[in-house]
């Protein structure tokens, strides 16, 4: 979900075999060329053609969220060698790296620190006996704390109210108006 265009690229339908990444803004078109070249090479490797490569893999699905107070918009300071080292990791490692790692690294929720979390919950399918895992992948970068709620509590209003909430954040947004906020259901 993202409340601005151009923020995920590639499309996806059914089954996912290609590599799904989230980056900041300007890494966008870095991350994505890596993941292509890195689905080429792979299918290169595998003497895969190029029609078999592209029905497999799709196009690469690159997700972005702004965290231009910490990184130079104008350069990315991303190089494919750092796409490439993380791709080779997610080849092996167990569980997504969630917080302020990676894509995740300078996004803020409501003020707090944000990044990227997962959850997934085990559910019943419509035979007897048939379960599926449905996995959530969250990259947020949104908000004002005075409009930060948890389960319909005002509790950025119960922080101003209390003298926590620092003055730059007393002022109502509008709420979904600055930033924005990734979600893949798989």
């Known amino acids: 979900m993202s409340r601005r265009p151009n923020?995920?690229?590639?499309?996806?339908?059914?089954?996912c075999a290609q590599p799904i990444a989230l980056t900041n803004s300007v890494s966008l078109g870095v991350v994505y060329s890596a993941i292509w070249q890195w689905i080429?090479?792979?299918?290169?490797?595998?003497?895969?053609?190029?029609?078999?490569?592209?029905?497999?893999?799709?196009?690469?699905?690159?997700?972005?969220?702004?965290?231009?107070?910490?990184?130079?918009?104008?350069?990315?300071?991303?190089?494919?060698?750092?796409v490439e080292r993380a791709l080779c990791n997610t080849l092996t490692q167990?569980?997504?790296?969630?917080g302020q790692n990676g894509g995740g690294a300078g996004m803020t929720c409501h003020m707090f620190p944000g990044g990227t979390g997962t959850s997934s919950r085990v559910v019943q399918g419509s035979k007897a006996g048939e379960t599926y895992?449905?996995?959530?992948?969250?990259?947020?970068?949104?908000?004002?704390?005075?409009d930060f709620q948890i389960g319909g509590v005002p509790i950025g209003k119960l922080l101003l109210k209390e003298g926590v909430l620092d003055e730059k954040n007393k002022v109502p947004t509008g709420k979904a108006d600055d930033g924005s906020i990734v979600i893949i259901l798989m």
């Open 133 to 146: 895992t449905v996995g959530v992948l969250c990259q947020s970068n949104y908000g004002k704390t005075y």
């Open 7 to 15: 923020s995920l690229s590639g499309l996806l339908f059914n089954e």
């Open 94 to 98: 167990e569980e997504v790296i969630e």
């Open 40 to 82: 080429l090479q792979r299918g290169r490797e595998k003497n895969l053609s190029l029609g078999v490569i592209s029905h497999n893999f799709g196009t690469p699905i690159v997700g972005e969220t702004a965290d231009w107070w910490l990184n130079d918009v104008y350069n990315s300071m991303l190089q494919t060698s750092d």
